[in-house]
């Protein structure tokens, strides 16, 4: 099972962990990718098109959110 989501803590992780435990997954790794912020803002703010977040600044404070929340694996 893969899961390409922004999971930035321990909760919204631990969801993902008993699902694949369910499911007879053995191993289970993480990829942590420790993207700076200030690229992170400039990717956003340069969207075209994006299904979810679009260019705009609710979209910087969903970023906000994430940046004050996260925990790193």
Do not use: K
Request: hydrophobic content about 40%; charged content about 20%; overall charge positive.
């Amino acid at each position: 099972m893969i899961v390409d989501r922004t999971n930035f803590n321990p909760e919204q992780r631990r969801v993902w962990i008993e699902l694949a435990h369910r499911h007879g997954a053995g191993q289970l790794h993480a990829v942590y990718l420790a993207t700076p912020v200030a690229l992170c803002r400039r990717r956003v703010t340069s969207r075209q098109a994006h299904p979810t977040l679009a260019a705009s600044q609710s979209s910087l404070r969903v970023l906000q959110r994430f940046v004050a929340e996260l925990v790193p694996p």
